[in-house]
Structure formats: structure tokens, C-alpha cells
């Protein structure tokens, strides 16, 4: 009796190892082959595009391609700049015909959101979601990230199956399927009216609690400094755009925000002389141009687009474009 129920345990422990060392087999074999799919199929801007435009939710429904003149925008929303970078370094990686780089500036880049990108649940689930393809375990090693969700997103993405770039290769013989990349967005303003009335101190209050005198967003910063001397390495030039915010809004900022914003602008124009910043933070007064505090409607699109695509084309040398 003894031996027999010996026996079917050990049978059965056997067999819990041979599975787990399948699975450990197959796993390793998904996350290689998921790795080769990632770096064959990349992203690759269109061949015409000369002007390629990259960030947050400002640029995503702030500058319409289809205005200025051979440009792509791959914005999405919430996008900091820690993402951006590793984005253009894996999009980039291959030669493209990308000859100006535009992506956005705002002191809201140094609220309480861009230091929680990774650590808040319901943002992290939907940052994993778009960078699996080009970011690696030791790269979350810098930021504070929620390690649940992490585990989970490895799982999903870098392990398992990956349905989606399968997709892309049967893309490739098939082009009426289409490719999709997560970490790829793309313009789309919708006009909508804008409100009677805001609350601007209410709105402020959600980004810069009162009372709080901290300068979030440090570590997202280093990598707005990665994205300038990656790009101008790549021989592209750097156009930092400051995103127009209502004139109320921007007047209820907290002061050492307002005034380490304007530090890292000036910062920026002394060390990178051959980047270009175009400061529109202040200039659109006219309330019809946005669709709330922050963001452009599509009347403001059209008006910010149109003013950096006649800057573009008026300049033989974008690197002596001059902020306004």
C-alpha cells in the first residue's frame, strides 16, 4: 500500500515536472520568437514623410499632418517622454527619410501624472500594453513601476503568443489586412464647442495640488534630453513645440511650477543651440480654440498647424527657427 501510493505520487510529481519544463521550453521559444517578429517588423514611417511628429494627447489632437506638409503623426495619448524615446530609438533604429523631429512642451509635464506613468494601475496596464515591443525587463529597472502589472503584461506580451504581430507578417503577403502597432497613434481632433464657463483653479488643483511644492516629472525629463541628442546623432532636427493652454489656466499655475518651466526652456536653448523651440504656450488667447484647458479643438489644430507648417517652409535652415 505504501509503495503503490509512493508510486502515484512520484507519477504524478513527474509528470507536473515534465510539464512545467514544456512549458518552460515553448516559453522561452515564444519569448525569442515574439523578440524576431518585434525587430523584423517594425514600424517604419512612410517613405514621402520628411517631418515626423511624436508625443502626447497635445500633438495627437494638436498638429494635423495633412497641414503640414509632408509629416506623419504617430502621437498617442499620455505619452511621456520616457516612452517617446525608447519609441523613436526602435522606430529609428534603420535609416528613414525623417528630417525634422516636432514633439510637445508644457509645464503640465511636470504634474504628479508623468511621475506615475508605470506605478498607477490603470495607466500602467495601458502603457505596457503599447511598449512591449521595444522595452526590455532591465529598462523598468529606473522607474517606479507597478510590479503586478508588469508580470502580468511580460506574460501577455513577451511570452505568449503574439496574435497581433502575426497579423503584420501575413500583412506583408496580404496587404489588404494592414499592420497595426500598438505604440503607434495617430491625429484625430474633434471640434467640439467649448464650455460657457471652467474652472481653471478646479483643473489646475487635479494636476498641482495645493500646497504641494515638489517638481514632479525629473526623471521623464532626462529623457527629454535623450530624445534631443538621439535625434541630432540620427541627423534629424529637434523642434520642441510649447503646447498653447488657456491664458486663464496657464495664469493659475502654481508659481515655482511656471518658474522651473521656464528654467528648463531657457536650459534648453543654451545647451541645444541647433534645436528649435516654437513657445506657443501663451499665444492663443481666442477661448474657441479649445476643447478644454488644455487641448487644441479643431479649430486650434488647424491654426497651430498652419502656423508651424508656414515657419517650416519659410526657413531654408530650421536650426535658426527662433521661439516665438
Same mark, same amino acid.
Request: hydrophobic share 40%.
Given at each position: 500500500?505504501?509503495?503503490?501510493?509512493?508510486?502515484?505520487?512520484?507519477?504524478?510529481?513527474?509528470?507536473?515536472?515534465?510539464?512545467?519544463?514544456?512549458?518552460?521550453?515553448?516559453?522561452?521559444?515564444?519569448?525569442?520568437?515574439?523578440?524576431?517578429?518585434?525587430?523584423?517588423?517594425?514600424?517604419?514611417?512612410?517613405?514621402?514623410?520628411?517631418?515626423?511628429?511624436?508625443?502626447?494627447?497635445?500633438?495627437?489632437?494638436?498638429?494635423?499632418?495633412?497641414?503640414?506638409?509632408?509629416?506623419?503623426?504617430?502621437?498617442?495619448?499620455?505619452?511621456?517622454?520616457?516612452?517617446?524615446?525608447?519609441?523613436?530609438?526602435?522606430?529609428?533604429?534603420?535609416?528613414?527619410?525623417?528630417?525634422?523631429?516636432?514633439?510637445?512642451?508644457?509645464?503640465?509635464?511636470?504634474?504628479?501624472?508623468?511621475?506615475?506613468?508605470?506605478?498607477?494601475?490603470?495607466?500602467?496596464? %495601458?502603457?505596457?500594453?503599447?511598449? !512591449? #515591443? &521595444?522595452?526590455?525587463?532591465? =529598462? @523598468?529597472?529606473?522607474?517606479?513601476? /507597478?510590479?503586478?502589472?508588469?508580470?502580468?503584461?511580460?506574460?501577455?506580451?513577451?511570452?505568449?503568443?503574439?496574435?497581433?504581430?502575426?497579423?503584420?507578417?501575413?500583412?506583408?503577403?496580404?496587404?489588404?489586412?494592414?499592420?497595426?502597432?500598438?505604440?503607434?497613434?495617430?491625429?484625430?481632433?474633434?471640434?467640439?464647442?467649448?464650455?460657457?464657463?471652467?474652472?481653471?483653479?478646479?483643473?489646475?488643483?487635479?494636476?498641482?495640488?495645493?500646497?504641494?511644492?515638489?517638481?514632479?516629472?525629473?526623471?521623464?525629463?532626462?529623457?527629454?534630453?535623450?530624445?534631443?541628442?538621439?535625434?541630432?546623432?540620427?541627423?534629424?532636427?529637434?523642434?520642441?513645440?510649447?503646447?498653447?493652454?488657456?491664458?486663464?489656466?496657464?495664469?493659475?499655475?502654481?508659481?515655482?511650477?511656471?518658474?522651473?518651466?521656464?528654467?528648463?526652456? %531657457?536650459?534648453?536653448?543654451?545647451? !541645444? #543651440? &541647433?534645436?528649435?523651440?516654437? =513657445? @506657443?504656450?501663451?499665444?492663443?488667447? /481666442?477661448?474657441?480654440?479649445?476643447?478644454?484647458?488644455?487641448?487644441?479643438?479643431?479649430?486650434?489644430?488647424?491654426?497651430?498647424?498652419?502656423?508651424?507648417?508656414?515657419?517650416?517652409?519659410?526657413?531654408?535652415?530650421?536650426?535658426?527657427?527662433?521661439?516665438?
Amino acid at each position: 500500500m505504501y509503495n503503490s501510493n509512493f508510486i502515484r505520487h512520484f507519477k504524478i510529481i513527474r509528470r507536473a515536472i515534465i510539464f512545467l519544463c514544456l512549458f518552460g521550453v515553448l516559453s522561452i521559444g515564444t519569448y525569442f520568437l515574439n523578440t524576431y517578429i518585434f525587430r523584423k517588423y517594425i514600424y517604419s514611417p512612410p517613405s514621402q514623410a520628411e517631418i515626423l511628429i511624436v508625443g502626447d494627447s497635445f500633438v495627437a489632437s494638436g498638429l494635423d499632418p495633412n497641414i503640414i506638409d509632408n509629416s506623419v503623426n504617430i502621437g498617442m495619448a499620455q505619452e511621456p517622454w520616457v516612452i517617446s524615446y525608447y519609441k523613436l530609438k526602435y522606430i529609428l533604429e534603420d535609416d528613414t527619410n525623417i528630417k525634422k523631429l516636432l514633439f510637445p512642451y508644457s509645464p503640465l509635464y511636470f504634474s504628479k501624472t508623468y511621475d506615475e506613468v508605470f506605478s498607477d494601475k490603470n495607466i500602467s496596464q %495601458e502603457m505596457y500594453s503599447r511598449i !512591449y #515591443p &521595444f522595452l526590455n525587463i532591465n =529598462d @523598468y529597472e529606473q522607474f517606479e513601476y /507597478n510590479k503586478t502589472v508588469f508580470a502580468e503584461g511580460f506574460l501577455r506580451y513577451k511570452i505568449f503568443p503574439n496574435f497581433q504581430y502575426i497579423g503584420n507578417i501575413l500583412s506583408r503577403i496580404l496587404p489588404i489586412i494592414g499592420a497595426k502597432y500598438p505604440y503607434i497613434g495617430k491625429y484625430g481632433s474633434a471640434f467640439a464647442p467649448p464650455p460657457l464657463t471652467y474652472d481653471y483653479r478646479a483643473e489646475v488643483e487635479k494636476a498641482f495640488p495645493s500646497g504641494d511644492q515638489k517638481i514632479y516629472g525629473r526623471a521623464n525629463l532626462q529623457y527629454l534630453d535623450s530624445i534631443i541628442h538621439f535625434i541630432h546623432k540620427k541627423n534629424i532636427q529637434p523642434i520642441i513645440v510649447g503646447f498653447p493652454v488657456h491664458r486663464e489656466f496657464y495664469d493659475v499655475l502654481p508659481s515655482h511650477i511656471v518658474n522651473f518651466s521656464d528654467s528648463v526652456k %531657457e536650459t534648453l536653448c543654451k545647451e !541645444y #543651440p &541647433f534645436a528649435s523651440f516654437l =513657445d @506657443y504656450t501663451t499665444s492663443f488667447e /481666442n477661448h474657441s480654440l479649445f476643447r478644454n484647458t488644455t487641448h487644441l479643438n479643431l479649430a486650434g489644430a488647424e491654426k497651430l498647424s498652419g502656423l508651424l507648417n508656414s515657419i517650416l517652409n519659410e526657413e531654408g535652415n530650421v536650426s535658426s527657427l527662433k521661439g516665438d
